[in-house]
């Protein structure tokens, strides 16, 4: 199979849906000969901030000389933007290769593997054949029964938890936190993030419980500021930092702040063009006050007109009181995704929520051209789907969409 053909198989597998538990990942996994990576291995779950501390991880450890492997999830526009080897994605004809093992291993299984198994099934693969020694891996949902949470692991890292897929995780806080806490493994490391009260309680008894030392990271005015705008990045720059001292792989301190501000995270605060139209992937009501916080530090005193779009399954009732503290008009755009929310069941929930103008666009192409044509700041924010169509549309690149 050539790429696309490749590609085409893969992304048909979402049909089997997302199917929590780790058996049938532990035997994909073993069958490819992807179980045991000779690495030392980095598992990070959280509701925000997950992906920026990933990329700050990865990037010291490359200061520090190991060879990395980075798993991430979503993809904005390339499948490829998940699997990287020291920075770089895996290469079209690799993946091709990869998808067609692991569709001839699975071929005839009673129970399918999942989309998300294979991706990291063949992330796994891509690492131990470039022999990279240091693999950072992202849940992509929860924790507890998240496909990641099949390896094992030397450290555990919690990035900020707050509510998000309530329908698998659990309506509390507390809920949520049980299932991400569940990626600590008995008697190894973990740092988590400053956490809710709620969270941290649950975050302390699960570590106590697995006798796993628990460290919380602390920003600092020593804290290196990194590449990343908001003052959530210098957070997730303290959490990155205490991981790797944890694990005795701190690189020198010129070398810390050279590989911090080279970090580049793709929709966080993500400026294109000038005048800037500015991405972020604020999908909750935490990341929409992140989000707000950073635009008020980057853009004082100014509104911006808000391209919009958000998932039919998120809490965005929680989230538009939050967006109009920044928002000065609000253009509602299509997406490729089935789950977006449509513009006219948008309206109808904001018309009862803002004051500003909202505005009705039949095209994505035309939503970014009146609100880059607005004499306010162009932002676009609410759904990673919204801002992979944006960049497939701005770089004339065909997307596949996903919804895991």
């Known amino acids: 199979m050539n ?6 198989w893969l992304f048909s597998t979402q049909f089997f ?3 929590l538990g780790l058996e049938n990942t532990r035997k994909l996994l073993t069958a490819a000969g ?7 291995v980095v598992h990070v779950a959280g509701t925000n901030g997950k992906g920026s501390t990933c990329a700050m991880i990865e990037a010291l450890a490359r200061a520090k000389g190991y060879k990395t492997g980075l798993f991430t999830s979503p993809h904005l526009v390339e499948f490829a933007e998940r699997i990287r080897v020291n920075g770089e994605m895996i290469p079209r004809d690799t993946l091709a290769a990869e998808i ?3 569709k001839n291993l699975a071929e005839g299984w009673e129970q399918p593997p999942t989309f998300f198994e294979l991706a990291l099934a063949v992330a796994l693969r891509h690492f131990i054949s470039n022999g990279a020694d240091f693999i950072i891996l992202e849940t992509g949902l929860g924790g507890r029964l998240d496909a990641t949470n099949a390896l094992r692991k030397d450290i555990s890292v919690l990035a900020p938890i707050g509510l998000d897929h309530q329908q698998y995780l659990g309506n509390t806080l507390a809920e949520i936190a049980g299932e991400k806490a ?3 493994a008995p008697g190894k490391p973990v740092v988590t993030a400053v956490q809710e009260p709620e969270a941290m309680s649950v975050i302390e008894w699960t570590a106590r419980e697995r006798l796993s030392p628990l460290t919380v990271a602390r920003a600092n ?13 210098i957070e997730n720059a303290a959490l990155a930092l205490e991981t790797m001292k944890q694990l005795n792989a701190l690189p020198e301190s010129a070398l810390i702040e050279r590989a911090l501000k080279s970090v580049q995270w793709p929709g966080r605060f993500e400026r294109i063009g000038t005048p800037p139209l500015v991405l972020d992937g604020a999908h909750n009501e935490h990341a929409a006050r992140v989000l707000t916080a950073t635009w008020n530090e980057e853009f004082p005193g100014q509104k911006a007109a808000l391209v919009f779009a958000a998932a039919a399954d998120k809490q965005i009732r929680d989230m538009i009181p939050v967006f109009r503290e920044i928002a000065g008009e609000w253009h509602l755009v299509p997406c490729s995704s089935p789950r977006i929310m449509p513009a006219e069941d948008m309206v109808a929930l904001l018309k009862n929520l803002v004051s500003e103008p909202v505005f009705i666009h039949s095209s994505l192409s035309e939503g970014l051209r009146k609100a880059v044509e607005s004499p306010l700041p162009a932002l676009a924010a609410g759904s990673l789907f919204l801002l992979g169509d944006l960049k497939a ?3 004339r ?6 919804s895991q």
């Open 393 to 395: 549309l701005l770089h």
């Open 397 to 402: 690149t065909e997307k596949r969409t996903t």
């Open 100 to 102: 067609s093992f692991m």
């Open 34 to 40: 992807a179980d045991r990576p000779d690495a030392t």
């Open 3 to 8: 790429a696309s053909a490749a590609l085409d």
């Open 221 to 233: 005015s020593g804290t290196p500021r990194p590449s990343l705008p908001g003052p959530h990045q």
């Open 17 to 19: 849906g997302i199917k």
């Open 182 to 184: 569940a990626i600590i």
